[in-house]
T-cell receptor, first 117, second 109 residues
C-alpha cells in the first residue's frame, strides 16, 4: 500500500506558541490530503481537506485562522496550530488517497500527538 | 446531520467470531469502509463495500445493506492481536470520510 508520513510524531509546546505538523505522501502524489483530530477514546473528526495549489476546505466549526493548512506540493501538506492552548492538545492525523489503489482508499499517517502546556 | 453508530465495546475470546455493527445516516453515500486502530497508532484500512453484499478478506468480512443503512464487520478466528478499536466510515462526496463512533474490541485468552 501507499505510505504517508508525519513529522513530528510528538510535540510539546507552551501555550500561545505555534506548532507546524508535516504530512508527506512518500511513494505517490496526492492532490488531496485530509487532516483529522482525535481526542482520547473518541473517533476521528475531519478538520479540513487540503487541496494542492488552492485553499483548504474546512469543516463546520473548525477555525481556519487557527488551523492553517498549506498544500504547496503534490507530496506535502502542513498543518499549523497557531496560538496553541491546552484544549488543542490532541492526536492529529493526516491521510491521502492513492489513486493506484483499486478501492481508492485513504492511507493514514502515523499521527502527531500534540501536548500544549 | 450525519451520524454513524457503533457499539462502544465488544468482548470475545480467542478463536471466537465477533460481529461489529454500524448503522449510518449521512448525506451522500459512495460506500462503507472499515478501519482498525491500535492504541496510539494510525487507522489501517480493512475493507470497503460500495455495493450490497458480503466482501471477504481473509479472517475479516464486511457486509453492507444500503437499503437498511447498515453494515457490519465480521472477525473470525479471533487472535489477541485483534484487540483494537474498529471504525466504520462512510465515503461521501469529495472523497471525504465520516467516521463512526468506534468499537473497542477486547480479546481475551
Amino acid at each position: 500500500g501507499a505510505v504517508v508520513s508525519q513529522h513530528p510524531s510528538r510535540v510539546i509546546c507552551k501555550s500561545g506558541t505555534s506548532v507546524k505538523i508535516e504530512c508527506r505522501s512518500l511513494d505517490f502524489q496526492a492532490t488531496t490530503m485530509f487532516w483529522y483530530r482525535q481526542f482520547p477514546k473518541q473517533s476521528l473528526m475531519l478538520m479540513a481537506t487540503s487541496n494542492e495549489g488552492s485553499k483548504a476546505t474546512y469543516e463546520q466549526g473548525v477555525e481556519k485562522d487557527k488551523f492553517l493548512i498549506n498544500h504547496a506540493s503534490l507530496t506535502l501538506s502542513t498543518l499549523t496550530v497557531t496560538s496553541a492552548h491546552p484544549e488543542d492538545s490532541s492526536f492529529y492525523i493526516c491521510s491521502a488517497n492513492s489513486h493506484r489503489d483499486s478501492n481508492n482508499e485513504q492511507f493514514f499517517g502515523p499521527g502527531t500527538r500534540l501536548t500544549v502546556l | 446531520g450525519q451520524s454513524l453508530e457503533q457499539p462502544s465495546e465488544v468482548t470475545a475470546v480467542e478463536g471466537a467470531i465477533v460481529q461489529i455493527n454500524c448503522t449510518y445516516q449521512t448525506s451522500g453515500f459512495y460506500g462503507l469502509s472499515w478501519y482498525q486502530q491500535h492504541d496510539g497508532g494510525a487507522p489501517t484500512f480493512l475493507s470497503y463495500n460500495a455495493l450490497d453484499g458480503l466482501e471477504e478478506t481473509g479472517r475479516f468480512s464486511s457486509f453492507l445493506s444500503r437499503s437498511d443503512s447498515y453494515g457490519y464487520l465480521l472477525l473470525q478466528e479471533l487472535q489477541m492481536k485483534d484487540s483494537a478499536s474498529y471504525f466504520c466510515a462512510v465515503r461521501g462526496g469529495f472523497q471525504k470520510l465520516v467516521f463512526g463512533t468506534g468499537t473497542r474490541l477486547l480479546v481475551s485468552p
